[in-house]
């Protein structure tokens, strides 16, 4: 009886992710017409405070935003992050190339004409690396899933 | 819409493994970040209103500041947990051989910028105080290890020993959640201060200075207190 009260109370404690310092949001569900580019965003938050490197880091040492698919057999034609900010932080003597805050990556998908049609499911990764003004916390990864109908 | 967040890090092993893999039972004063708050090591069920509190507060608090644990007395102290390491020239050590000494054990990273700007002060920390029975040990936590350690040791004229860490010596240490984390090591052996995340160059003089210079005190009387008992703050 406790234990259902306090999940009821505070249902964040069924969700431990809810205190990550990033999160993906995937999209719906989407259709996709074989041979059109058809355009996925994916919207990132990050919790205020923190800071990911963005996908092209100031600092060769720096670990990289990247966002990587497993969609075969569609294609994809592009990925975009979005303009990164530089910000000026008291550990680094440079403007460092981040992300802060809510942000959407668009990635480009392609269905090849002889794709199957009916229901496919999208599965992709995004590697991150987040900081504090005053620690970094080690590099991880966000699972991401998409369901497409390809007709 | 589901949001998808990966509580795992399976691709970092030496961060430990799923969700809340660190920290759980730690005796060496930090807590655990609530990033890895895992069910598993939180039985819930247990004590359902302390661990909604203590949950509840941490989701609202969605950053962690530095953590500056004050010296703790010499009769509080736990022991620092025994490693054995290969340094740079790859020589194998263990803490042992530094019993008799004041250690500064940091885990570090060449990704993490709170960490390059520590290193410049311990280099000059190692210079200044290695006579009076001082020592910076510093834990690389790449994943990479030597080969992005090397490069990055050989530009920044680092004057301390290096060792590339491994999952087992963070977990012994309590996780190492972010860094920099560092240590504070007494001559005994024992964990006298610990430190999470960046803290002031001042700070850590002073706590240098004052191991090395209560040293003899402690030796002579090993239960006094050397100063009241502090906490030691949490991580977050």
């Given at each position: 009886m406790l234990p259902s009260l306090t999940f009821l109370l505070f249902p964040q404690l069924l969700f431990?992710?809810?205190?990550?310092i990033l999160t993906v949001q995937s999209p719906p569900p989407m259709a996709m017409k074989t041979g059109v580019e058809t355009p996925v965003k994916l919207h990132v938050k990050l919790n205020s405070g923190y800071h990911v490197n963005s996908d092209k880091p100031a600092d060769e040492y720096l670990i990289p935003l990247k966002l990587t698919w497993t969609a075969e057999p569609l294609t994809i034609s592009s990925i975009t992050f979005p303009e990164p900010k530089m910000e000026k932080y008291s550990f680094s003597e440079k403007p460092l190339s981040v992300y802060t805050g809510d942000f959407d990556i668009v990635t480009k998908f392609r269905a090849p004409a002889n794709t199957p049609k009916g229901e496919k499911t999208i599965t992709g990764k995004m590697r991150y690396q987040a900081c504090s003004t005053t620690a970094c916390y080690p590099p991880r990864s966000a699972d991401v899933k998409i369901i497409v109908n390809i007709y | 819409m589901p949001a998808l967040t990966d509580m795992t890090n399976s691709h970092f092993p030496l961060f430990g493994g799923n969700g809340g893999g660190a920290g759980s039972s730690n005796n060496l004063g930090i807590a655990p970040f609530p990033y890895r708050l895992g069910i598993r090591r939180y039985p819930?069920?247990?004590?359902p209103f302390a661990t909604a509190l203590a949950l509840t507060i941490l989701a609202g608090c969605s950053y962690a500041p530095p953590s500056r644990a004050a010296i703790k007395p010499a009769a509080k102290r736990n022991p620092a947990p025994a490693f054995t390491l290969k340094d740079s020239q790859g020589t194998s050590f263990n803490l042992a051989d530094y019993k008799g000494k004041v250690v500064l054990l940091n885990f570090w990273a060449t990704w993490c910028g709170p960490c390059k700007l520590e290193i410049p002060w311990f280099v000059e920390f190692e210079k200044n105080y290695r006579d009076k029975g001082f020592a910076v040990l510093g834990i690389s936590m790449d994943e990479e290890g030597w080969e992005v350690v090397k490069p990055y040791l050989d530009r920044s004229k680092v004057n301390y020993r290096i060792a590339i860490g491994n999952d087992m010596m963070a977990q012994q240490y309590g996780g190492v959640e972010s860094l920099p984390t560092s240590f504070l090591i007494d001559r005994n052996g024992k964990i006298a201060a610990v430190h999470v995340g960046l803290v002031s160059k001042g700070d850590y003089q002073k706590d240098i200075e004052h191991l090395l210079g209560s040293a003899k005190q402690s030796a002579a009387k090993?239960?006094?207190?050397?100063v009241p008992a502090t906490a030691v703050p949490a991580v977050q």
């Open positions: 431990p992710q809810f205190n990550s | 819930l069920t247990r004590a090993p239960h006094v207190p050397i």
